[in-house]
């Protein structure tokens, strides 16, 4: 063992000593000073290994506001040296993101710090796509939908299934019959983001579990002649027009051609006319989603002014009918 290590392994028994005694501010500041120290002497990572350390300690004494500052100033050094976005690196974010889940007033500065920091070291404007479904994992677990979706929407290729089973979920608690709100809000975003495959996975684990729970209303169609497809098995949602539609939208997207006089681009226009109206108080999201979508399948020149992120990003209304839970009162 190095010198190096022995002083800070020497430093987190002093620490685990001083929190058994109950001295948990102490052994905060104490421990914030030294990582100070370090940073100062050019020892940068010493000082992340004594914060990550020290926090994950504070973890288990609840103390939640010192594991925040802790885990900042470690994400602060993060940025400052910089650190690459690694998988070390991350390991570490997720082991404390993963207990400090637990302080609702806290998570949030914290896994927002770390994925800027990822933004800034990978330089994509986004962000780690692992982080981002590590993240979202954890808010779907918290029935935190509408923070979850975001991550789930710029994840890995595991997202969209996570975030089709998510939206199923949460269209099971708000107790409403018109689940093809839920099923949109994931097709139509994954599809204006341009990612095809991704629409499809989240649509086929929302649909399955609709078809498992409803058999009686939900039932596949393929039939032995259906040529192959992405979206994989065809169904027949009964009384749920909407569930439906993104079904078709699908179907129409995977024959695109590009083209705005194409065969696949004139059932595309006779589907927005068809079922845009019907989302209600989603028509004007709806539009503009597929108005993205139009350009990005059936190369459809449209002029906006908003970027594609604040489209993806626009308010979705829950249905108005039947009365919605809380926890899903509105869609982001």
């Given at each position: 063992?190095?010198?190096?290590?022995?002083?800070?392994?020497?430093?987190i028994k002093?620490?685990?000593?001083?929190?058994?005694?109950?001295?948990?501010?102490?052994?905060?500041?104490?421990?914030?000073?030294?990582?100070s120290?370090?940073?100062?002497?050019?020892?940068p990572?010493?000082?992340?290994?004594?914060l990550?350390l020290?926090?994950?300690?504070?973890?288990?004494?609840?103390?939640?506001?010192?594991?925040?500052?802790?885990?900042?100033?470690?994400?602060n050094i993060?940025?400052?040296?910089p650190?690459?976005?690694?998988?070390e690196?991350?390991?570490?974010v997720?082991?404390?993101?993963?207990?400090?889940?637990?302080a609702?007033?806290?998570?949030?500065r914290?896994?927002?710090?770390?994925?800027?920091?990822?933004?800034?070291?990978l330089g994509n404007?986004?962000?780690?796509?692992?982080m981002?479904?590590?993240v979202?994992?954890?808010?779907r677990n918290?029935?935190?939908?509408?923070?979850?979706?975001?991550?789930?929407?710029?994840g890995?290729p595991?997202?969209?299934a996570?975030?089709?089973?998510?939206?199923?979920?949460?269209?099971?608690r708000?107790?409403?019959?018109?689940?093809?709100?839920?099923?949109?809000?994931?097709?139509l975003k994954?599809?204006?983001?341009?990612?095809?495959?991704?629409?499809?996975?989240?649509w086929?684990a929302?649909?399955g579990r609709?078809?498992?729970t409803?058999?009686?209303?939900?039932?596949?169609?393929?039939?032995?002649?259906?040529?192959?497809?992405?979206?994989?098995?065809?169904y027949?949602?009964?009384?749920?027009?909407?569930?439906?539609f993104?079904?078709?939208l699908?179907?129409?997207v995977?024959?695109?051609?590009?083209s705005?006089?194409?065969?696949?681009?004139r059932?595309?226009?006779?589907l927005?006319?068809?079922?845009?109206?019907?989302f209600?108080?989603?028509?004007?999201?709806?539009?503009e989603?597929?108005?993205?979508?139009a350009?990005k399948?059936?190369?459809?020149?449209?002029?906006?002014q908003?970027?594609?992120?604040?489209?993806?990003?626009?308010?979705?209304?829950?249905?108005?009918?039947?009365?919605?839970?809380?926890s899903?009162?509105?869609?982001?």
């Amino acid at each position: 063992m190095s010198a190096a290590n022995s002083r800070i392994e020497r430093f987190i028994k002093n620490l685990q000593q001083s929190l058994k005694e109950g001295s948990y501010y102490e052994g905060h500041q104490e421990l914030r000073a030294i990582a100070s120290r370090l940073v100062k002497q050019k020892k940068p990572e010493r000082a992340i290994q004594l914060l990550h350390l020290g926090a994950l300690e504070l973890c288990q004494y609840h103390q939640w506001g010192s594991v925040a500052d802790l885990t900042l100033f470690m994400l602060n050094i993060y940025v400052e040296e910089p650190v690459p976005v690694t998988e070390e690196n991350k390991e570490r974010v997720y082991d404390i993101l993963e207990k400090l889940s637990q302080a609702t007033e806290h998570y949030p500065r914290v896994y927002e710090s770390a994925i800027q920091w990822s933004i800034g070291a990978l330089g994509n404007g986004v962000g780690d796509s692992q982080m981002h479904h590590f993240v979202g994992s954890i808010l779907r677990n918290k029935t935190r939908y509408q923070e979850a979706e975001n991550h789930f929407l710029v994840g890995t290729p595991e997202s969209p299934a996570a975030l089709g089973n998510m939206l199923f979920e949460w269209a099971a608690r708000s107790e409403t019959s018109d689940y093809g709100v839920f099923a949109a809000r994931g097709v139509l975003k994954y599809l204006a983001l341009g990612w095809y495959e991704a629409a499809c996975s989240c649509w086929g684990a929302f649909i399955g579990r609709l078809a498992q729970t409803q058999p009686e209303a939900v039932s596949e169609k393929t039939g032995g002649t259906q040529l192959p497809s992405k979206v994989g098995p065809i169904y027949y949602a009964s009384g749920q027009e909407l569930v439906n539609f993104v079904q078709l939208l699908l179907l129409t997207v995977e024959r695109s051609e590009g083209s705005p006089s194409s065969e696949s681009a004139r059932v595309f226009g006779s589907l927005r006319t068809q079922y845009e109206g019907r989302f209600g108080v989603n028509a004007g999201v709806v539009h503009e989603l597929l108005d993205e979508v139009a350009q990005k399948f059936f190369g459809v020149v449209v002029h906006r002014q908003q970027s594609l992120f604040e489209i993806v990003n626009s308010l979705f209304a829950a249905p108005s009918r039947p009365a919605v839970t809380a926890s899903a009162e509105d869609m982001d």
